[in-house]
T-cell receptor, first 113, second 111 residues
Framework: DAMVIQNPRYQVTQFGKPVTLSCSQT?????MYWYQQKSSQAPKLLFH???????NEADTPDNFQSRRPNTSFCFLDIRSPGLGDAAMYLC????????????FGPGTRLTVT | QKEVEQDPGPLSVPEGAIVSLNCTYS??????FMWYRQYSRKGPELLMY????GNKEDGRFTAQVDKSSKYISLFIRDSQPSDSATYLC???????????FGTGTQLKVEL
């Protein structure tokens, strides 16, 4: 089955220790998104890629970076995690022109100690 | 004021009930209206989307959009315990790639 895969599902990191979350997709979609979702809150878009074109949201902290080495993979790097960065991180994909049909991965729950 | 408002619940109903979930929005530029279902500790799953005003039905689910009142609804008929989840509404203007989500309504369907 075509799908969006996120690894790891659970990640524990220490305050200030860099962490990388990964996302892969077999849907061959050219748009990939990273969201942050905190408990009982709406998913918050951090950035998205249209092919290799990176689009950052204006309010995304510099602490968050992303890489997309190819169509299938996308990474979220948190350079110096703070306690406020503990959240569920969701990766999603969509076809070009169909952002209203986004397919989400299961998420990575990040804990910062 | 948030662009999309959604009652967080929780909403608890007996099995077999008709469920009504609602959102209001403020931006008249929104053209697409989506409903996502999110089970605990999982990613959201698209249930259906509607373009502009009107109704759309898919099995037990019906989405309804009233652009004149900026009101979005999702109806679930014959609700099942497996429908217990958080339901997120989302909107899109039709330009760019950004969706605007509500905070979600937690639904519990009890036996």
């Amino acid at each position: 089955d075509a799908m969006v895969i996120q690894n790891p599902r659970y990640q524990v990191t220490q305050f200030g220790k860099p962490v990388t979350l990964s996302c892969s997709q077999t849907l061959n979609h050219n748009v990939m998104y990273w969201y942050q979702q905190k408990s009982s809150q709406a998913p918050k878009l951090l950035f998205h890629y249209y092919d290799k074109d990176f689009n950052n949201e204006a309010d995304t902290p510099d602490n968050f970076q992303s890489r997309r080495p190819n169509t299938s993979f996308c990474f979220l790097d948190i350079r110096s995690p703070g306690l406020g960065d503990a959240a569920m991180y969701l990766c999603a994909t969509s076809r070009d022109g169909y952002p209203y049909e986004q397919y989400f991965g299961p998420g990575t729950r990040l804990t910062v100690t | 004021q948030k662009e999309v408002e959604q009652d967080p619940g929780p909403l608890s109903v007996p099995e077999g009930a008709i469920v009504s979930l609602n959102c209001t929005y403020s931006n008249s530029a929104f053209q697409y209206f989506m409903w996502y279902r999110q089970y605990s500790r999982k990613g959201p799953e698209l249930l259906m989307y509607t373009y502009s005003s009107g109704n759309k039905e898919d099995g037990r689910f019906t989405a309804q959009v009233d652009k004149s009142s900026k009101y979005i609804s999702l109806f679930i008929r014959d609700s099942q315990p497996s429908d217990s989840a958080t339901y997120l509404c989302a909107t899109f203007t039709g330009g760019g790639n950004k969706l605007t989500f509500g905070t979600g309504t937690q639904l519990k369907v009890e036996l």
